[in-house]
């Protein structure tokens, strides 16, 4: 069985910084790609930043410049480091990784039951 735990979500003023973690354990033989997601409210699932096994990023416009994410692949944990926070990043932050529970197995897609993160003007 794979989970994937997050943390570090809370309340922030315009203008702070938060660092999110989410640690993959469990059944795990390989980790693709690692990314986070954010829900706002009344909106649609929207990819925040990605990034691959071998360290290469991606991020949404909104975020490039301010968010940073990174992996530790010997924790199977990823990080996203979000500076010069804005009202509108106020979401439900998802970690997603895609994976291979076993050698045998093909990847498959999994969430974290996602974390709050609210930004107050």
């Known amino acids: 069985q794979v989970q994937l735990v997050e943390s570090g979500g809370g309340l922030v003023q315009a203008g702070g910084s938060l660092r999110l973690s989410c640690a993959a354990s469990?059944?795990?033989?390989?980790?693709?790609?690692m990314g986070w997601y954010r829900q706002a409210p009344g909106k649609q699932r929207e990819l925040v930043a990605a990034?691959?096994?071998?360290?290469?990023?991606n991020y949404a416009d909104s975020v490039k410049g301010r968010f940073t994410i990174s992996r530790d692949n010997a924790k199977n944990t990823v990080y996203l480091q979000m500076n010069s926070l804005k009202p509108e990043d106020t979401a439900v932050y998802y970690c997603?990784?895609?994976?291979?529970?076993?050698?045998?197995?093909?990847?498959?897609?999994?969430w974290g039951q996602g974390t709050q993160v609210t930004v107050s003007s």
């Open positions: 469990g059944s795990i033989f390989s980790i693709n790609a």
């Open positions: 997603n990784a895609n994976l291979r529970p076993l050698s045998h197995l093909p990847a498959y897609v999994y």
């Open positions: 990034i691959t096994s071998g360290g290469s990023t």
